[in-house]
């Protein structure tokens, strides 16, 4: 059963319009994280939210923006996406303060940007 | 100099080779160390935690040298379907990110 689920798999958006990732999971973990993955290249962490505490990372552009309204969901927001976005955005969670550290990654949300 | 580093690769084997993949890390407070398995277009997937001194599950063995800040992975027997990209990870001291390694790229032969 799938425990870290983002929605859309895919999407295709057009340069300048926005667009809402969507990352659910059924794990009741406190910390929820977006990474941006491009070809051969490992994933970047853009921010998390430990319970409802935001965490930007320092050179992840405004042009990104997150929302948790409660445990289970996490939306990931491009204002105004350009062509260098076009990524894999990989959702994940972790358990912090529990016996087990580790993430768990869902699927991933492919990025066209046309 | 990167936070985590491992070999750049690519490794091409032959199915029943042993294989061997290094890393390091350069932030001593890392505390956590883990090594994910990545498939073309897929999610990053956990394939071993690397806690104290190593350990070892099945055909696979990890090790940890905190005094080198040196993680390794080896495969024995390798299977067409350990193809794959393998990424080193660390998780810091005073807080839970992980760093990702680039990863290096698998592919066994048969």
């Known amino acids: 059963d799938a425990m870290v689920i983002q929605n859309p798999r895919y999407q295709v958006t057009q340069f300048g319009k926005p667009v809402t990732l969507s990352c659910s999971q059924t794990?009741?973990?406190?910390?929820m994280y977006w990474y941006q993955q491009k070809s051969s290249q490992a994933p970047k962490l853009l921010f998390h939210?430990?319970?409802?505490?935001?965490?930007n990372e320092a050179d992840t552009p405004d042009n990104f923006q997150s929302r948790r309204p409660n445990t289970s969901f996490c939306f990931l927001d491009i204002r105004s996406p350009g062509l260098g976005d076009a990524a894999m955005y990989l959702c994940?969670?972790?358990?912090?303060?529990?016996?087990?550290?580790?993430?768990?990654f869902g699927p991933g949300t492919r990025l066209t940007v046309l | 100099r990167k936070e985590v580093e491992q070999d750049p690769g690519p490794f091409n084997v032959p199915e029943g080779a042993t294989v061997a993949f290094n890393c390091t890390y350069s932030?001593?407070?890392?505390?956590?160390f883990f090594w994910y398995r990545q498939d073309c277009r897929k999610e990053p997937k956990l394939l071993m935690s690397?806690?104290?001194s190593g350990n070892e599950d099945g055909r696979f063995t990890a090790q940890l040298n905190r005094a080198s800040q040196y993680i390794s992975l080896l495969i024995r027997d390798s299977k067409l379907s350990d193809s794959a990209t393998y990424l080193c990870?660390?998780?810091?001291?005073?807080?839970?990110?992980?760093?990702f390694g680039k990863g290096t790229l698998l592919t066994v032969n048969p």
């Open positions: 994940a969670t972790s358990r912090v303060g529990g016996e087990e550290d580790t993430q768990y």
């Open positions: 794990l009741n973990h406190n910390v």
């Open positions: 939210y430990y319970d409802k505490d935001f965490n």
């Open positions: 932030n001593s407070a890392s505390q956590s």
């Open positions: 690397v806690y104290s």
């Open positions: 990870v660390a998780m810091g001291g005073s807080n839970y990110k992980l760093t």
